[in-house]
């Protein structure tokens, strides 16, 4: 027996997993669970009525034309959003990026230590990311007001700095020999990525760029909850006045223009040759570049005319970014926010664990949800000649029905849950539950439920086939290929996934807060409506350690899994 | 004769605790076709490395076309190296561009940034390209992805961005190392008329003695980072080279 | 691919079909009468969104025209989602005349100087918040405000966070019997307008709602009030609240006595017309009477008490 090895008692892995569990309890505590009353069961007749009115929507023709409009404002942000961010990401990138700075410090070969300049780059993107589109949208308010201005550069700014960690992470992973032999045949360092940095890596980058277009129409959803217009806008109306009928009308729409977008985005993918969503891991562009083919042109050239179409509808009015006004407003909030409220400090770090603790539940509850949903969501699973499907994949009869209607059902639900903001889903759940942790954390788990189910469905359709296939050949019963080879293999990637979006979770809970969940964003949203700019500084800053010791915590734990 | 085109001044690099080069000084003169020649490790690439500014050493001078490449700000340093073309074992071509780009890429040193980014759109200047791909033979390629063509075939557009970068001397590493015999002797001629048609320098590091003898003037043996003979071709015995590959003295 | 670009040309050819009208959001209504010099920059009226958001842009459509009509310059309504949103909005001058409740009224002030109130409706001099209960709860009538301690224990939901009637003054009147926030069951909610109050006590969602006595009345007199459900437990003392105000920014724009045209065209709407009444009745108001922001130091006392002012 001694030969065999000895098993380590607590491998890192199990050391995150129990942690992990424990932080899930904890929640539950905090949350109050099993102490106080949670369920408002009186409630549950107006969640039946808002419930049933899905199935009559107002449908008349005033309504239509309101959703259309509606619907397009909300695309026209995400699109000038995107765009937006995609310039500012790439330019952050590039800068963000150490393989930049080792360029332009000359003679690259022999330099080891990156530059300060560098370190001080990546911090600089750090800021805008860790605040919520929404807050930067109650920002640009109180300079700009409700021009379509706000509602572009709010999501543009805190998009184009994670579009620029992205990028430069991507750059960095490039192979740097074509860019190192261009600067030494004396060519300038932009001149010389754009000939082999920014080809190499495009494939990547375009990617990358349609999942965060993707986002940008959430979000745009979101925006319009602070009155920015749009569908989100429209919801928020409806729901005010309480008039179901219509703002099923308007889900109904959010459900197509996400469904058509993701789907889209989703095609576009697969024709280029590359299957994840998400850039977490990169691997080197496969398919020639993009550019160089006709549908290459096409692509471009019609984003370009949907790009330019959609300032065109909205105009924003970016003379205001240099106007006297803005200056003088930024001054007076500057000096109105001056000196911090101190006194704040013990709210702050009871709301602040209120949060954490949302976030967890959040997250916990999207991934359990997500990963149940992902099975029968992926296309390679139950469908006749799938993994999990006993049958050999030839029978037409009523039986293979089933597969399908799951995979269907499967689908709307992640496009549901995941379409609706989180705020509607927050003030939907608040009908049977008393505001505070848990309705913010369900709110937040539903919408990411959605968007974590689909991810992990697309990680298990891009599975490594042949082990599974063995499995199966084996004569292997569906459950144990599950277990043995499904699961192992998709796990960490589900882990890793759950636990980046759990960083996002965090970040939403701000904007739950203002529908009266507890935590920070109840406690800014007090705030805002006080006017209390000394005491906002405050939770901002304290809602920005928290992003960053939650980012800190995430990436450790995604290290050690992988 | 005229000033030498590079010339080493006591160089000594090391790698962490790996020494490469010791203590060497040479010239290289304008129109020179130099081999490098020794081992694998013999601090080859290391040299090549230096002559075209990729390294700074850790002691000693490095001198290009008159200047102490230590010295240099960035942007003397880089019209410096648009005189020097280097080309690869390894190629670095970017394979998902079309050859035309890799190829372009030549003119880079002289091109502003809006034109080689409006060139990525609408490939510019296309005469010389096409005058660089038909002088290495393949000018049919023109249109081809990179990542598409053979390996001897992506050798001879690595030579055509050199071509349009037109630079005064040409620094090959191991150009043929992955190549077969035939192509290896296609791609040295090329090399050499390559120079020869425009009075180039060429140094060029190579496993192939032969090849050495037979396409260069002038043979430089190193072993262990040391120089261990410098002299014309011609004159390199059998002696002296088996000295070179044999196991280092003790 | 084909399907992508073919999805995006649909979308552009749907688009266009709407180019005629490329209006910015969110929607204002356009100016309507034709006798305005329409190249005037439009005075734009808001409102906070105490009721039905729906109602709201019917009532203001309405009183736009009519102000149009007398001040002889364009005027728009423009919506916005929530108090602190019209109180931004006035301040970055994006709204000039702005129906604002008391507290926000008084942290516009803060924030604008030289904005002035004009008029209130005549109930606002004298206004009540009304605390409703659900039926079912089995909250009987208060019999006087200590009796607000009987609430301890029951849930509980306010209107705005910035509400005057539907969460300053009853929650001020609620710390003078001695209640807490605190003492309620679960937490307290903000159901964010007054309406949105009302269906939720009504269905049961939170026991007991303060809000606007004013709309309880409008919505009872228009049978929209489902008296089985719901009743009114406890009607506050009377405290100053609605009212309008200017921003500096319209004097500027369209004479120094713009402010007093705006006063006398409210003041002006009378009972016996027809037109006039039918503003009049939206507003739930029998006539406008002038204000001065003196009237409102009560009201700023108590917010900065409560917190809502610093």
Redesign the interface.
Known sequence: MSSLPRRLLLTPTLAWGLAGLGAILLSLLAAGLFQQDLVNLDGLPLLLRFLSASLHPDLSREMLQLTWDATLITLAYAVCGTALSLLFGLVGGLLGSEVWWLAVSGAGGNQVQPPPLWLGMRALLAFPRAIHELIWGLFFVGLWGLDPLTAVLAIAIPFGAIVAKVFSEILDDTPRQPLQVLLNSGVSPLSACCYSLLPQAFLNLLSYAFYRFECSVRSATVLGLIGAGGLGYQLLLSFQSLRYDQLWTFFYALFVLNGLVDWSSARLRQHLGCASRMALNFKPAAAPLLAQQRSGWLLGLGSALLIAYCFWYIHPDFSRLWSATTGQRLVEIYRASQPPDWQLLPELVSAALATVAMSVLAIAFAASGGLLLAFPAAHNFFLPGGLLNPGRGSGRGSASRWPWLSLLLARALLLITRAIPAPIWALAVVFVLFPGILPGAIALGLHNLGILGRLMAEVIENLDQRPLEALKAQGAPAGLVLLYGVLPLSLPQFLAYALYRWEVCLRETVIVGFVGAAGLGRLLSEQLSSFDYPGLVLTLGCFLLLTFAVDWVSSRARRSIR | MAAPLFELKQVSHQFGQVQALTAISLCIWPGDRVALVGSSGAGKSTLI?LL?????PNQGEVWALGRNLNQLR?AR??????????V?Q?L???D???VV?NV???H??R?S?PK??LS??LPLELETATQALAQVGIPEKLYA?T?DLSGGQQQRVALARVLV?D?LAILADEPIASLDPSLSREVMDLLRQLCQQAGRTLVVSLHDVGFAQSHCDRIIGLRQGAVVFDCPSPQVSDGMLADLYSAPHE | MRQFILAACLLALGACTQAQSPSAAPSAIPPVNPSVDATVKPLTTGAIPDQDPEKLQRLYGKLAQYLEAELKVPVVYKPVTDYTAAVTAFKVEELDLVWFGGLTGVQARLQVPGAEAIAQRDIDANFHSVFIANRKSGIEPLKDSSDLAQLKGRSLTFGSESSTSGRLMPQYFLQQAGVQLEDFKGQVGFSKNHDATLQLVTAGTYEVGAMNEEVWQKRLKAGEVDLDNVQVIWRTPAYYDYHWVMSPAAAQRYGADFPQKVQAALLKLDPSVPEHQEILELFGAAKFIPTQNSNYGNIEAVGRQIGKIK
């Open positions: 490395r075209n500014g990729t390294l700074r960035p340093l880089r019209q410096v190296q648009s005189q020097i073309g280097t690869y390894q670095h071509l970017v998902n561009l079309r780009h372009n890429a030549g880079l040193s091109w940034l080689a980014l990525l759109l992805v990542r970068q630079p």
